[in-house]
């Protein structure tokens, strides 16, 4: 479907897999549609962002990447106080990228701070693209405020909170610093309502699923076929993402568990901060790779073991293909916690997920009829949660009236 009035789009995102992978398909949407979209990313997904047809918008970030995980700390305070940074630095690049060229509508992942500051300076509706859980009503007192208490109560949480206040005061918003980035105006959720906690209690007037949105990655991913050697056997995808994966006694026990299993083929999926011979001895039927094709091999698989990242999970309830969640960080293990509640994965810690225990998991799992049929289940739920033409939708919903939209110029 093309718009009878394309408009000016400018998203807003961080050099993260995880941030700009779900965005990436509602992207190419607006573009089929004859949209205009600039995407504003660090340099090192440009390319990604120009295979979608927008055009990159450079900008230099001081977050750390995913090459760098261990740069992230270990406190909460060590989590968030380098996004405010990040955007303190970033808003004065942002608006000089896009002088004399403001678009009729920004889009932004949660992350990006100086995204609605710029919507505000331009006039212009903000609409927030997350990848991963939002805030339902008593979010604050259930949630946030027991886990910041203590922040709030140190020294360098009151630096971060008064820095923040701060940078708001000068760009001439009022809203408290944790609502400013925790309720946006307007948010489309690029998961499953089957991953959201208590979603009958989230506002369906700012807050609308779309589940996951999944197109033809063959192009940029490549596929998966599988090999004759594994013809009749169940296949078991083992990936824990692009970030936390310096695991190598995690990938050990997975080959351990599955290595002996004559009717399983395993892929093994290890990431770049892994080195393979730190696996010792690997079998036949388990193949080492640095990064896979992951939903073209869930398509195919009979078993997920995952770090339940938000995407991860959701592909693997797009397929119905049970999981197991070995949660590594943030909201992994939340998202764990709920594929469990669903009935179609088990959570076992990564202190717990020795040989025996991962093994014994995917088994049960697999063996199970009512996994299946739950698996199925929310399969079919997903399945008209509209995916990104209904973001798209969404999106061209909020535009401004076509009167009041700038002349579009195409780069």
Not at 49 to 58: D, F, K, L, M, R
Not at 269 to 281: H, P, S, W
Not at 350 to 363: G, I, K, P, S, Y
Request: charged share 25%; proline share 8%; hydrophobic share 45%.
């Amino acid at each position: 479907m093309t718009s009878a009035h394309p408009a000016h789009i400018a998203m807003f995102s961080i050099a993260a897999h995880g941030h700009v992978n779900p965005s990436i398909e509602v992207i190419r949407e607006l573009v089929a549609r004859g949209h205009r979209v600039s995407y504003a990313i660090p340099a090192s997904f440009a390319e990604k962002i120009a295979e979608t047809g927008a055009t990159p918008v450079i900008w230099k970030s001081t977050l750390p990447t995913d090459d760098e995980p261990e740069a992230w700390g270990t406190e909460l305070i060590d989590n968030i106080e380098p996004f405010l940074n990040d955007a303190v630095q970033a808003l004065p690049q942002l608006a000089a990228a896009f002088e004399g060229d403001a678009p009729d509508l920004v889009l932004h992942d949660i992350t990006s701070y100086p995204a609605p500051v710029l919507a505000r300076h331009w006039g212009v509706p903000a609409v927030s693209l997350s990848p991963n859980l939002v805030a339902w009503a008593g979010y604050e007192e259930e949630v946030a405020a027991p886990m910041t208490a203590a922040l709030r109560a140190s020294e360098r949480g009151r630096a971060y909170y008064a820095r923040f206040r701060e940078w708001l005061d000068e760009n001439g918003i009022d809203e408290d610093p944790d609502r400013f980035v925790g309720r946006p105006r307007r948010s489309i959720v690029l998961i499953p309502r089957a991953l959201q906690p208590n979603a009958d209690r989230v506002d369906e007037s700012v807050y609308t699923f779309v589940g996951a949105c999944q197109g033809d990655r063959s192009a940029d991913q490549g596929t998966w076929r599988r090999p004759p050697a594994a013809d009749g056997k169940k296949v078991l995808l083992v990936s824990l993402g692009s970030t936390f994966t310096r695991q190598p006694a995690f990938y050990r026990a997975c080959i351990e568990a599955f290595g002996d299993l004559p009717d399983w083929h395993v892929v093994l999926q290890i990431g770049k901060f892994t080195d393979e011979a730190e696996l010792g001895a690997v079998p036949a039927n388990v193949e080492v790779h640095r990064w896979v094709p992951q939903l073209d091999i869930l398509r195919q698989a009979d078993a997920f073991i995952t770090h339940a990242g938000a995407g991860g999970s959701a592909e693997g309830l797009a397929t119905g293909t049970p999981m197991v969640a070995v949660p590594q960080a943030v909201d992994q293990f939340g998202n764990a916690d709920v594929l469990q509640a669903l009935g179609v994965a088990r959570h076992v810690p990564m202190e717990e997920a020795d040989a025996r225990t991962l093994r014994e998991a995917v088994v049960a799992l697999v063996e199970d009829p009512e996994v299946a049929a739950r698996s199925e289940a929310v399969r079919l739920r997903m399945a008209t949660e509209g995916g990104a033409r209904q973001a798209a939708d969404l999106i061209e919903a909020e535009l401004p009236p076509v009167s009041v939209r700038r002349p579009i110029v195409r780069a």
